[in-house]
């Protein structure tokens, strides 16, 4: 059953701009449309969310998604905003980035389905690596002027930017290579339609010139609006840079961080673009949040959908166990119970200095662990005083004077956490 695609986007705030035509098309009958992801990196990250929600969601409307993995755009450039040209990949590179992407897509669509409408990948290097640059202008470049390509608003913004060095031939071409891909998949996968940001509206659009002129058919555009923070700050990005969907990169619990953090204007959009919930559902979720916006029931909701597909309901619970350390009550076992990446993800900047094997293995009384051999507290009377006023604690819990720091304190074989009173931390790290 066909289901209102540009409605279901509408709403949730996910179209900027469609082509007249394209949802009356839409609700004839199935149709395949394609989106296409950079492979220069094998994790995508949540700068990509957008587009990749939007095949999530093409798909649950009885449409079939093609992931286009752009292997021979990837080696070029493509001038929409960016001040620089990519590097060149090999193509065994190229084929790992692919997989990868593959793997992380498939946490959203249906690949493997036997449905008319189960999703595909294709890589654009497939079809362009044997093309060679005589037949692509005889065979693509005569049908478009250098003055349509030139009106284009993104060849426009480089050639008249201060800022960088102008645009090469190489990413002046880049609109051709993307409109030839409209035009291939068009003929080899009956694919009439293009989705993308709103940055992409003149390569689409050059696409589906290429399918009217050369093709004598007609094909679809459908652009989604670029995110922005209400703050004014990039989306996506984080102090330490991308936001990644692979694990390694970003770990789920800086993940499911980033969005727990969001203000709760972004998170009202955000729960709205990043989930499948209905919007009855939202409405609630938003009115139980005005009502009590300290509990910040939006925050956590968007952070715990949005974690769980990405990553996995236990990654998400693992990553609200490593919250409830720094902000909640918690115990020994809970950080015992933390990987390595995630504790140090968790006390990431708290003070720490190193201990030996042997420290440990014979073990060092808490005075000499907060003061002379850790150097938490600045001599011994502060750490008798403060062991005095029942302020310390190691791995969460209360000690006394009398207390030995002890390889059984090891949380992971090699931290052991210090604490006075409520914020102030200290990690011992064996080496």
Known sequence: ???????????????????????????????????????????????????????????????RPLALVGGATGMIGDPSGKSNERNLLDEKVLRHNQNSIKKQLA???????????AAVLVNNYDWIKEFSFLDFIRDVGKHITVNYMMAKDSVKSRLSSESTEGLSFTEFTYQLIQGYD?????????????????????????????????????????TCPLITKADGSKFGKSEGGNVWLDSNRTS?????????????????????????????????????????????????????????????KEDLDNAIKASAILFGKSTS????????????????????????????????????????????????????????????????????????????DLINNRFVLLQRGKKNYFVLRVV
């Open 182 to 222: 409209f035009l291939h998949l068009y003929r080899e996968q009956n694919c009439s339609i293009q989705m993308g940001g709103s940055d992409q509206w003149g390569n689409i659009t050059t696409g589906t010139e290429l399918i009217r002129r050369v093709g004598s058919g007609k094909g679809y555009a459908i």
């Open 252 to 312: 789920p619990y800086k993940f499911y961080q980033y969005w727990l953090n969001s203000s709760d204007e972004d998170a009202e959009k955000y729960i709205k673009i990043f989930t499948f919930l209905t919007e009855n559902e939202i409405n609630a979720i938003t009115k139980e949040h005005k009502d009590a916006p300290h509990l910040r029931v939006l925050q956590k909701r968007l952070a715990e959908e949005i974690t769980t597909m990405v990553h996995s």
């Open 107 to 117: 946490h959203f669509l249906d690949f493997e389905s036997d449905a008319d409408n």
């Open 333 to 408: 076992n809970d950080l015992k119970g933390l990987n390595e990446q995630t504790f140090l993800d968790v006390f990431d900047g708290v003070p720490q200095t190193e201990i030996t094997q042997d420290d440990i293995e014979n073990g060092i009384d808490i005075i000499a662990a907060l003061a002379e051999k850790g150097g938490f507290l600045k001599s011994n009377g502060e750490a008798r005083r403060a062991l005095k006023e029942n302020a310390i604690s190691v791995n969460k819990e209360k000690v006394k004077d009398d207390y030995t720091v002890t390889t059984a």
């Open 1 to 63: 059953m066909i289901k209102n695609f540009v409605e279901e986007l509408t709403w949730r705030g996910m179209i900027h701009t469609v082509m007249p035509g394209a949802e009356e098309h839409l609700m004839e009958s199935m149709r395949s449309a394609y989106v296409g992801f950079d492979p220069t990196a094998d994790s995508l990250h949540i700068g990509n969310l957008v587009p990749i929600m939007l095949l999530a969601h093409y798909q649950r409307a009885g449409h």
